[in-house]
């Protein structure tokens, strides 16, 4: 396990927060499961409640009757044994690549939490297995297509409710094993799912969630990166700091466009001397920057409001009452709000592709650069002819950058009606999160190449005679940057040095105005 870095995340009664879902989902955080009696016994009486329905023959939603539209297909008492088992089983048709290890984590997590509600009506045993994965980094080999959000995530979550029962396969110490091998290897004797149980995995949101977490945590490091990045052009580009005045934004006062113009003012030491203007006005990729990542700041809380209050959701159907003895069927697997997050947040994260793109665009081009080498070579006057410094790397971003816009068409819209029309109108939140996972990656891209242009536009303004110093912020990062990423002057390929780069996002490596 990686060394903790991160308190003990307990799952029961107590809120978890994104920050949570990633502690664990990278594995720097001990998992715990709260086990005092009283709330042992609250989990407990939901089983209890739901097998006295069985004793009296009680009409149960995927408990007595079948799933979907057959949901008025009767199930004789003496079949009701198998139907969870059956359940997962023809859910078992999951395609496309499989999650992640951190991803399949953040499911893991998202869909413990939710059963630790106490209104699903599981057993205890099946929260400490739950946990139990978790802990000893159990993770079942998801497929991450095939799920439209509604009635949850149903096909992938069959993959998580079968290898608690020893079926299919997971990835254990770096492993693919099969799920009953690992239960012997431990000791451990394969759940056998009570009637609800599978329904209780399977028909929630945890996919979509667990993914909306970790885009979360991407997308806030990403706004930071993507203003330091915009610090490092203004200079580069020999820029107006004006545009950054504190004065200025209080005329337009949004929050968080407030804040990203904070940080370009400190990174910038605005307040300092300045060098005479070249130009009153900036293009709109510097002067607009905080307008434009002011949009994905002041969306950041509202998205984390969203995503938290489903992580912290019971969202399964039905839900048990146990202390009023009440089966309340209804629709709490629909999972709109995690939709309507992430096809939000592809939007506003494609939005800052494109302005690095931009950005980027003018740094190697020598009509707009304000007097840098055509693509950013360092090549001697001799060696220019045969150099094209960050030519390519541009190429390459905007078509990331392209792509990244290409999905931003949204998800939620695109609803189909399944399940011969019980499901009729479905959230398509798990597509919707997978594209906001893409846009990121892309973005991330964006970012990585542009970075290494800004810091080798950075270096090349170094090497005038009249070359003033950087302020504080961006001197430190230019010289940490340089320990990776020395400059560009002979043509090179970069291939690695981006993937390098884009390590150090992942990694969240650079501490930068959180």
Not at 73 to 85: G, Q
Not at 135 to 150: F, K, M, Q, R, T
Not at 348 to 368: G, I, S
Request: with cysteine.
């Amino acid at each position: 396990m990686t060394t903790p870095t991160h308190e003990p995340v307990t799952f029961g009664e107590r809120p978890l927060r994104i920050e949570d879902v990633l502690a664990l989902a990278n594995r720097q955080a001990p998992v715990q499961l709260q086990s005092d009696a009283a709330y042992r016994e609250r989990i407990a009486k939901g089983a209890r409640f739901l097998d006295s329905l069985l004793d009296k023959e009680g009409v149960i939603y995927g408990v007595t009757t079948g799933y979907g539209d057959s949901c008025v297909v009767a199930v004789p008492l003496h079949h009701v044994e198998a139907l969870p088992r059956h359940l997962y089983t023809f859910h078992g048709c999951g395609l496309g690549k499989l999650l992640d290890a951190q991803a399949t984590r953040a499911v893991l997590a998202a869909r413990l939490q939710s059963l630790c509600h106490g209104v699903s009506g599981v057993r205890v045993e099946l929260l400490e297995r739950l946990h139990a994965f978790l802990e000893h980094d159990i993770l079942p080999l998801i497929p991450e297509e095939g799920s439209v959000g509604a009635s949850g995530d149903l096909t992938p979550l069959s993959y998580v409710a079968a290898t608690l029962s020893g079926e299919r396969e997971v990835m254990f110490r770096g492993e693919r094993r099969q799920a009953a091998d690992v239960h012997r290897e431990l000791g451990w004797t394969p759940l056998v799912l009570r009637p609800k149980e599978a329904l209780a995995l399977m028909n929630g949101t945890a996919v979509m969630t667990g993914l909306a977490c970790l885009a979360y945590a991407r997308a806030d490091y990403l706004l930071q990166l993507a203003t330091r990045i915009t610090a490092l052009n203004v200079v580069a580009l020999q820029g107006n700091p004006e545009h950054f005045d504190e004065r200025l934004f209080a005329a337009k006062p949004h929050p968080g466009q407030m804040q990203v113009a904070a940080w370009l003012r400190k990174d910038l030491a605005i307040d300092a001397p300045t060098a005479p203007l070249h130009r009153l006005q900036d293009r709109y990729s510097l002067r607009c920057a905080p307008h434009v990542l002011g949009v994905l700041a002041d969306s950041l809380n509202w998205l984390r409001s969203f995503i938290e209050i489903e992580l912290n959701s019971a969202n399964d159907n039905p839900i048990i009452d146990a202390e009023a003895e009440r089966v309340l069927h209804g629709g709490h697997f629909y999972g709109g709000h995690i939709a309507f997050a992430m096809d939000s947040l592809k939007n506003l994260v494609a939005n800052v592709a494109d302005l690095l793109d931009r950005q980027l665009a003018l740094l190697v081009d020598e009509r707009y650069n304000h007097g840098l080498p055509s693509n950013l070579s360092g090549a001697s006057a001799d060696r220019a002819m045969l150099n094209h410094g960050f030519k390519a790397v541009q190429i390459g971003t905007s078509a990331w950058t392209a792509e990244a816009l290409k999905n931003t068409m949204p998800a939620s819209v695109f609803s189909r009606s399944t399940e011969c029309h019980n499901q009729d109108k479905v959230s398509m939140g798990t597509i919707a999160a997978r594209d906001a996972i893409r846009v990121l990656e892309l973005t991330e891209q964006v970012a990585a190449a542009t970075l290494l242009a800004a810091n080798q536009g950075v270096w090349l303004r170094g090497q005038a005679e009249d070359a003033r110093p950087l302020p504080p912020a961006l001197a430190a990062m230019h010289e940490e940057l340089a320990k990776d990423f020395p400059p560009v002057i002979e043509d090179r390929a970069l291939e690695g040095e981006l993937r390098l780069c884009l390590q150090r996002i992942a990694a969240q490596h650079w501490r930068l105005h959180a």
